[in-house]
């Protein structure tokens, strides 16, 4: 029997191929002078064996009776569409606002409606967050972020 386990591996094992696949193309290099795929293909292969650790796991235990029909339960369709539309509108705005305002509108609007929380945990949550992620990506990576309205 297919239980939510076996399937959620097997998909999240193809996702796992998938970017193997596309790293690997991207070219690998090595280990002291990796390829633009290095770090896709490497991602890609432990998703691939935390994705079977699951499945091994999932075959082992009984099924359980009418548990796909709970995989869906309490699901709000509402919050799944306004999530998937707030990303969106983040992905539009993040290079003309910047990193550091769209990440704090984007997270601000999630804890308000994905897990609703009180506003004052919601910009302070979002804010360090934020500002977190910058200074792991931007300060201490040297990645670059989109600056937008704040200028470089």
């Not at 992620?133 to 040297?142: E, I, P, R, S, T």
Request: with cysteine; hydrophobic share 55%.
């Amino acid at each position: 029997m297919w239980s939510r386990d076996t399937i959620s591996s097997l998909f999240w094992a193809a996702i796992g191929i998938g970017i193997c696949g596309g790293g690997y193309e991207l070219g690998l290099g090595n280990l002291h002078n990796p390829g633009g795929g290095f770090m896709f293909f490497w991602v890609g292969v432990i998703m691939i064996g935390l994705s079977f650790s699951i499945l091994a796991q999932a075959v082992r235990q009984k099924p359980i009776a009418g548990e796909m029909k709970t995989v869906w339960a309490g699901t709000s369709l509402k919050k799944i569409v306004s999530v998937l539309a707030a990303l969106f509108i983040y992905a539009y705005l993040l290079t003309p606002l910047g990193f550091i305002p769209a990440t704090i509108l984007l997270l601000i609007f999630l804890f308000k409606v994905a897990e609703p929380q009180r506003w004052s945990w919601a910009v302070l949550g979002a804010v360090v967050s934020t500002l977190v992620a910058y200074g792991v990506f931007q300060l201490w990576l040297k990645c670059q972020l989109p600056s937008g309205i704040l200028g470089s």
